[in-house]
């Protein structure tokens, strides 16, 4: 049985190559150029693209241990306690098991630039709407269902390992350090975001949409962008910024963008940036905790290389998106609700290591 290609947050074609006569190497490159050259600026494939890029991104970097509550060891040390003290997270440490969630969405392609030949530039798309079902149980367990327009996306983590499965390419493990769900980040659980930016560092002030923002930033280490990389693909950077306001001390911004390299034998390196920032509002009380009950993202793709003959490319797309139910401590949520699919319940030796990696998988 062939061994499975790592997960994937990008724009994906939904016909693989069925081939095991070509090399990995070769498999690899010619793989990703089917599913990324041209289907990045074919308007048929924005249904996908949006579900690739906005549907289940994880997060850059591990949930890390919090250090002591009554610790102010720097000032993003206190940027945190103000938060935790904003959200009243801290009456739920130690009590509450898991967490339900319930929401809406809504994507769109907003734009392109630089795209194929013929492909008018800032061309509106239509808006594709859905909704979506979460679960979370501590530590590092999760699982969402999000249906937009009739395709479904199912993505989680039993704690070991994160996938996700969509109906275009099956069940898909993810490698490197074990994240959080990106969804759960943006104001829905405050625990995981305290915990998440302990050890990030105070990058100084910035006005955003006219709130006054104390900046916090979080890098992926080498090791795990080594272990996100290939032959053909490099991850270079994965980073993140935290903005808290200055008077409310609750996480208002939330930007990761991350580069990879991609380059085949004897060909010019070409080079993919892709930047999600999303707008964190509408924060309501649900149990004494304030929880963002709404919000917006936008994405850029950013494609570059001297191998590039239409020059620099850009993709836009965004997303509004609304929670609707949220609930702690739901009887009857067990582990088995977290169990993989079995596709991906297999321990992989050192010695057959997935060599395949998207060169845009975060």
Known sequence: MSRLAPLSEEPINEEEDKSNNCSKKGQSWKNWLKSHFPLVFNKKSDLKILLSVLGCPLFPVSVHPKLPIKEVCSSAQYIIQHFTAATGCRKLEGRVKNIFATGKVAMAMVDELGGSPGLAAGATGDAQKGCFVMWQMF???????????????VAGSDGNVAWRHTPWLGAHAAKGCLRPLRRTLQGLDPMAISAVFSPAQYMGEKCVSGIDCFVLKLS????????RSDSTAEMIKHVVFGYFSQRSGLLVYLEDSYLTRIQSPGSYPTYWETTIATKVEDYRMVDGVMIAHGGQSSVMITRFGDNLKAGLSITRMEETWSIDDIAFNVEGLSMDCFIPPKEVQKD???????????????
Do not use: C, F, M, T
């Not at 699982?143 to 395709?151: N, P, R, T, Y």
């Not at 992989?348 to 975060?362: G, T, V």
């Open 220 to 227: 992926a280490d080498l090791a795990d962008l080594a272990d």
């Open 348 to 362: 992989y030796p050192e010695e057959e290591k997935i060599d395949w990696r998207s060169p845009l998988h975060r």
């Open 139 to 153: 530590p590092n367990k999760w699982l969402i269902e999000l249906v937009v327009s009739g395709h479904k996306v």
